[in-house]
């Protein structure tokens, strides 16, 4: 027999985890997370910095010297406080709005700008554990199992950490990616941005499911919901979640409830057709920067001296990148055929050749 409370009960079972309200107040005492003041000035200075970074993509987009570019503002905490808690050692698989992270776990930042161009450099990641940001919506879910595994099998102490948003929690490559790697215990964490709109499909009418974190479940994997406008929340959870991990628990679900501020992408998207202005006002008040600024300034922490260095920092380093990609060889063909293989094989040396004729 069906029993429909069975539904409910599952949904109550995934309350939003929080640590700071929309105030910056400490609502949550016992899960303050172990940060000295240092570190958490450290949160705060990437915060500003990537918002300064979004204002200034968007601007560059705009001009023409950017190609390709997903808006973060608003998914900061969401972002970066869970890049925080990760260790070099650590793969990210992201998605196209995750360039953040990427910086932050040791992208240059010029490589960013010749990834949204669409240049061949901007993909490389020497020095990094990550692979380049996955525009196939979901596919990256997969792929962070596999390497989570094959971390499992070399006895490494270290976690991969996938990010895709609510929509892709819709794809086939998710339910696959969660399964696999709860039946192989393997140590990834796998973090959906809920930001409510798949583009412009709203929360409401991708999943019936009152949470995503739910979907954990039917894996037999934990999973949590987060105020993914709180830093410090979200920095707790997926340290906890990678203390599972390499401890050989298995990985971990985390949704985190945020919301991008912007458009979808840059490329024609209109937010204002498909939401409200009161939902937009709604969400302002949640801003993951005031929030935490809020919190820093009452423990004397935080001043606007100390914010508009960082800005100023931000701006002079955006320069200087953007610089920096303007003076990249801008790649040929051939550069394309070079790096796809160790030896060629004869078709693509024939064509290597052809190209190179046209190019002298």
Known sequence: MIDQTVVKKIEDMFPTYQILNENGEIVNEREMPDLTDDQLKELMKRMVYTRILDQRSISLNRQGRLGFYAPTAGQEASQLGSQFALQKEDWILPGYRDVPQLIWHGLPLYKAFLFSRGHFVGNQMEGINALPPQIIIGAQITQATGVALGLKKRGKKAVAVTYTGDGGSSQGDFY?????????????????????????????????????????????????????????????????????????????????????????????????????????????????????????????????????????????????????????????????????????????????????KKEE
Not at 183 to 211: G, H, L, M, Y
Not at 307 to 322: G, H, L, N, Q, S
């Open 176 to 356: 696959e990616g969660i399964n696999f790697a709860g039946t192989f215990k393997a140590p990834v964490i796998f973090i959906v941005q809920n930001n409510r709109f798949a583009i412009s499909t709203p929360i409401e009418k991708q999943t019936s499911s009152k949470t995503i974190a739910q979907k954990a479940i039917a894996a037999g994997i934990p999973g949590i919901q987060v105020d993914g406008m709180d830093v410090l929340a979200v920095y707790k959870a997926v340290k906890e979640a990678r203390e599972r991990a390499i401890n050989g628990e298995g990985p971990t679900l985390i949704e985190t409830l945020t919301y991008r501020y912007g458009p979808h992408t840059m490329a024609g998207d209109d937010p204002t057709r498909y939401r409200t202005e009161d939902l937009d006002k709604e969400w302002e008040k949640k801003d993951p920067l005031v929030r935490f600024r809020k919190f820093l300034e009452k423990k004397n922490l935080w001043t606007k001296e100390e914010e508009e260095k960082v800005i100023e920092e931000a701006k002079e380093d955006i320069k200087a990148a953007i610089k920096k990609a303007d003076e990249t060889p801008k790649q040929k063909v051939t550069d394309l055929i070079d790096i796809m293989f160790e030896q060629l094989p004869v078709n693509l040396k024939e064509q290597r050749d052809e190209y190179l």
